[in-house]
């Protein structure tokens, strides 16, 4: 397993811009492909974006296309969200996980049920 803390959440006015962070323990982090779901209150978790192993491909909820940018530095063993153009709707405790993909099956990038290694999260609240 490898461990994973989030930060970077906060208060927000609606159009503004947050970065998250993901980091992750362990000297395996280049095997692993990374992913940030969100909840909001009430809710179920759902799919935000992805990145897999090598970076040279990423995944994005249609609710945030052309809004957050995922990447990763496997050399400091980071994973960050950069959020833009944030609005109320994306209020929400934003999750990192991630999980080894030894079959590079698409569909698995966004299901939850496949990451098996959670952080414990990080509150982004977007004012109106």
């Known amino acids: 397993q490898v461990q994973l803390v989030e930060s970077g959440g906060g208060l927000v006015q609606a159009g503004g811009s947050l970065r998250l962070s993901c980091a992750a323990s362990?000297?395996?982090?280049?095997?692993?492909?990374v992913a940030w779901f969100r909840q909001a209150p009430g809710k179920e978790r759902e799919f935000a974006a992805a990145i897999s192993v090598s970076g040279g491909n990423t995944y994005y909820a249609n609710s945030v296309k052309g809004r957050f940018t995922i990447s990763r530095d496997n050399a400091k063993n980071t994973v960050t969200l950069q959020m833009n153009s944030l609005k109320p709707e994306d209020t929400a405790v934003y999750y990192c996980?991630?999980?080894?993909?030894?079959?590079?099956?698409?569909?698995?990038?966004?299901?939850?049920?496949?990451?098996?290694?959670w952080g414990q999260g990080t509150q982004v609240t977007v004012s109106s």
């Open positions: 996980a991630a999980k080894r993909l030894l079959r590079d099956t698409i569909s698995y990038y966004y299901t939850k049920s496949s990451y098996d290694n």
């Open positions: 362990g000297r395996t982090f280049n095997t692993y492909a």
